[in-house]
């Protein structure tokens, strides 16, 4: 056993960093995808469904603060290259420093500073595995939400709050049976609110490069950012219970 331990320990870094790669560049596909087919009309990449922002949170609470900042903000930046050519200092607000520091860096830093268990409490891989599936299947809800927006313009909030409609009510239907530590589920929802509030403020920052003042760029993108990030984030808490023996075992987290 002190031998396996003093394996992990040794190899724990070019693990964690080949993982950080793995996740950055799954958040760079997502990412291009979502700024591709949910842009903004208004600034360029600001997506109104940010589904990465559930891959940057787990990124952060495995990985820890800087690897969880390398693969969440090289990964976003990268998107927003690869859909819009965006290489300038808006958009290193907007992707990097936003996706990288508000989205996986600061939740990685509360989840540790509050104390949340990262498995959420989940103690039966039954409950696990069950909540895999339904979670991929409100993913696809969610998203259907959002994606029903481009076909059938809805009238300004309604086009934000219709995904945020289809979480609440799927997780209630779809999630309702799992057995999570209400402590730790409900803290690690302040979180999620929390850093997509920031991030979503740092957007708005970044956003004022086009032009717009600050209280106009609150308003758009930062509303529709808030809302299509805390959709993503709380997607992303139900990724955090599914593999972490598999991945302390193998050096990713600790």
């Known amino acids: 056993m002190a031998a396996t331990s003093s394996y992990v320990a040794r190899r724990d870094p070019s693990v964690r960093g080949k993982f950080a790669l793995i996740m950055g560049v799954a958040i760079a596909v997502l990412g ?108 696809l809800v969610v998203l259907g939400a959002g994606m029903f927006n481009k076909v059938v313009p809805l009238p300004g909030p309604w086009s934000l709050a219709l995904p945020f409609v289809a979480l609440v009510v799927g997780a209630r239907v779809l999630l309702s049976g799992l057995q999570l530590d209400k402590r730790s589920f409900v803290t690690a929802i302040g979180i999620a609110v929390f850093i997509c509030a920031v991030s979503a403020f740092i957007g708005a920052l970044g956003a004022m490069y086009t032009g717009k003042t600050l209280v106009q760029a609150i308003a758009d993108p930062g509303i529709g950012w808030f809302v299509g990030d805390t959709v993503s984030a709380i997607l992303g808490l139900y990724l955090l219970p599914l593999y972490p023996e598999r991945l302390r075992a193998a050096g990713i987290i600790k």
């Not at 990449?45 to 603060?65: C, D, I, K, T, Y």
């Not at 607000?93 to 939740?107: D, K």
């Open 32 to 139: 291009y995808v979502m700024m591709t087919i949910s842009s903004s009309p208004t600034v360029k990449g600001a997506s109104f469904l940010w589904l990465p922002a559930a891959l940057q949170l787990a990124a952060g609470v495995w990985l820890g603060p800087w690897y969880g900042f390398l693969a969440g903000g090289l990964g976003a930046y990268a998107a927003g290259i690869l859909a819009y050519g965006g290489w300038g200092p808006q958009d290193l607000i907007q992707n990097l420093i936003a996706g990288g520091f508000a989205n996986a860096m600061l939740p990685a830093i509360l989840f540790s500073l509050l104390r949340v268990d990262p498995t959420l409490g989940a103690k039966r891989p039954s409950d696990v595995l069950a909540g895999a599936y339904r979670m991929l299947i409100l993913v």
